[in-house]
């Protein structure tokens, strides 16, 4: 979606783009992250590659054949990005990288992985960004990571042993691997915003249905107040959550900053899909804590969406820094 149409791909505008993952993700969650994190793949290239990483990579991953992955965190650095130990050593016209990758999205069959390694001690400006080949030598998948919920997304560990690559496999300038990581999440908040809103969808669509359906008491469930003001907040709260998303996509479609949009979209689409899984779930009652009825796939696969692509914690200091600047 996110392919300039000269490399082979429909340069959908941000907006279509997630309206396509709340659709995938109102049906499987899993899917929808799957096709989330290749888009932002495909956008970092788009926008930080160089003409001949643009000629190579994005036609073949605008073609059914190939996927992109993402690898940033590491086991002692998550949130704090800046904390990344691996090592990317020069030798000549080659990097040779050193060290292991956390939950990585789509890691264990990405064709292509674009990832951030330490070339030098100097803090946050000592980080680069790379597009690495999955077959080059030394690079290991050493383990598909088992969670909670959605289970159609591959996530793994990635271990890079010696792994040599040409210099011109970094993306954008060496050093500047944390500000293409913070630029490729910053737009990958807008499709995790939009996930979650596709998970909200489906709780709000399967409560209706059973609230209609199941009779207790003489009558549908859903005449009682104290199922259907869960509905009707649910509703809200999906509305909410689009328009905030919308506005995101909108901006980043416009050119205009939209970091604190989506960082705002990310937050309450996260939080609104947790929240009203468990309403969902609750609404169903015990046929909700049964895997015949969806709802506890969508209860699973709602938590995430506050982890990944940063913290709920992390979107809340962004947006007060914000308005508040640094005050410590």
């Known amino acids: 979606m996110l392919v300039p149409e000269q490399y082979g791909g429909v340069a959908a505008d941000y ?51 190939n996927i992109a992955g993402f690898a940033l965190t590491e086991p002692d650095a998550g949130s704090d990005a800046a904390a990344i130990r691996g090592r990317a050593r020069r030798d000549g016209d080659e990097y040779v990288l050193t060290g292991r990758k956390q939950w990585c999205t789509n890691g264990s069959f990405a064709k292509v992985v674009m990832t951030m390694f330490r070339t030098s001690d100097d803090g946050a400006k000592g980080i680069s960004a790379f597009l690495i080949d999955s077959a080059t030598p030394g690079v290991l998948v050493e383990k598909v990571t088992a969670k909670l919920g959605i289970h159609t997304s591959n996530t793994c560990d990635l271990t890079f042993d010696e792994a040599r690559l040409p210099a011109n496999a970094m993306l954008a300038e060496e050093g500047a691997g944390l500000s293409s990581a913070l630029h490729t999440l910053t737009a990958g908040r807008i499709g995790i915003a939009a996930q979650a809103n596709g998970i909200l ?25 104290g199922i259907s003001f869960k509905i009707a907040r649910m509703a809200v709260d999906l509305d909410a959550a689009r328009l905030l998303t919308y506005r995101a996509a909108a901006l980043a479609d416009a050119g205009r900053p939209f970091a604190i949009e989506a960082s705002k979209a990310k937050l309450f689409a996260s939080t609104a899909a947790r929240v009203h899984a468990s309403e969902a779930l609750q609404i169903h009652g015990g046929y909700g804590y049964t895997t015949e009825f969806p709802v506890e796939r969508y209860y699973r696969d709602a938590k995430i969406t506050e982890i990944y692509e940063g913290t709920s914690e992390i979107q809340q200091l962004i947006i007060a820094r914000n308005l508040l600047g640094r005050l410590g």
């Open 15 to 65: 907006v279509s783009y997630a309206l396509a993952i709340e659709e995938l993700a109102r049906i499987d969650a899993g899917t929808a992250v799957t096709v989330s994190v290749h888009s932002m793949i495909c956008s970092a290239i788009a926008q930080l590659g160089s003409d001949r990483q643009k000629d190579y990579w994005l036609p073949k991953l605008a073609s059914e054949d």
């Open 201 to 225: 969808a489906a709780c709000l669509d399967a409560s209706v249905t059973f609230a209609k359906d199941r009779v207790a008491f003489g009558k549908p469930i859903g005449a009682f107040e």
